[in-house]
């Protein structure tokens, strides 16, 4: 398995708090994705990252930012969390070079925000 | 986009081969075939992947029509932990995976 982890695994919050979820890969893979995954929705992409401090929106990135500053480390936060928020949250990582962009996902983190 | 239909779901006994199919006409020339799955609650996991010809892996096979308009993961003999949904994908945008709604396989004891 690729060695992606995501903390926290599990997280309650309260509406309007901020809160920042971490993914940390050990591959060195230039390419990072947060996904969210609701019931009826399959996955969504949030945003994603080419490289250090590159970073771009998925499409459904309205109330979520994003930081890189390492290669190994991609940050998701919820500004002030919404009660829509809640969901289970998907890293991803990918080499994507020579038309192989196989993605390999983290555990996912469960937010519940009251 | 290139877009992929697949049946919602399908049952299979274990030990049997678990066909699943997909369905890509749209899919340009320079577009791969990915498979995923998701086991319940964990987080998807890469089958296999193909362009033109068949692929073989550990853990499936994949077979793509000569036309490319269509797809087959096989699970030669599937287990009970096989039982999963199952993402066909085709179009990778930017690098950008777009997941459907997959097929939940049942595998029957």
């Known amino acids: 398995d690729a060695g992606i982890t995501q903390s926290p695994r599990h997280k309650v919050t309260e509406t309007g708090t901020p809160v920042t979820l971490r993914c940390h890969q050990t591959?060195?893979?230039?390419?990072m994705y947060w996904y969210r995954q609701d019931p009826g929705h399959g996955l969504r992409l949030i945003h994603y990252s080419y490289g250090v401090k590159d970073t771009d929106k998925g499409e459904v990135s309205d109330g979520y930012s994003v930081s890189r500053s390492k290669t190994e480390d991609f940050l998701l936060t919820l500004e002030s969390a919404t009660s829509s928020q809640t969901s289970v949250y998907f890293c991803?990582?990918?080499?994507?070079?020579?038309?192989?962009?196989?993605?390999?996902f983290g555990p996912g983190t469960r937010l519940l925000v009251l | 986009d290139a877009k992929t239909t697949q049946p919602p779901s399908m049952d299979c006994a274990e030990g049997r081969a678990a066909n699943l199919p997909c369905n890509h006409s749209t899919i340009s020339g320079n577009e791969y075939v990915y498979w995923y799955r998701q086991i319940h609650s964990q987080g998807p996991q890469y089958i296999i992947h193909g362009l033109k010809n068949n692929e073989t892996n550990e853990m499936a096979s994949l077979i793509i029509t000569e036309d490319r308009k269509s797809s087959t993961l096989i699970l030669p003999h599937a287990t009970l932990r096989d039982t999963a949904v199952y993402y066909c994908i085709v179009r990778v945008r930017d690098d950008k995976i777009i997941f459907g709604k997959g097929t939940r396989l049942h595998i029957l004891p």
């Open positions: 991803a990582i990918s080499e994507s070079k020579a038309g192989d962009q196989t993605q390999y």
């Open positions: 591959e060195n893979h230039r390419y």
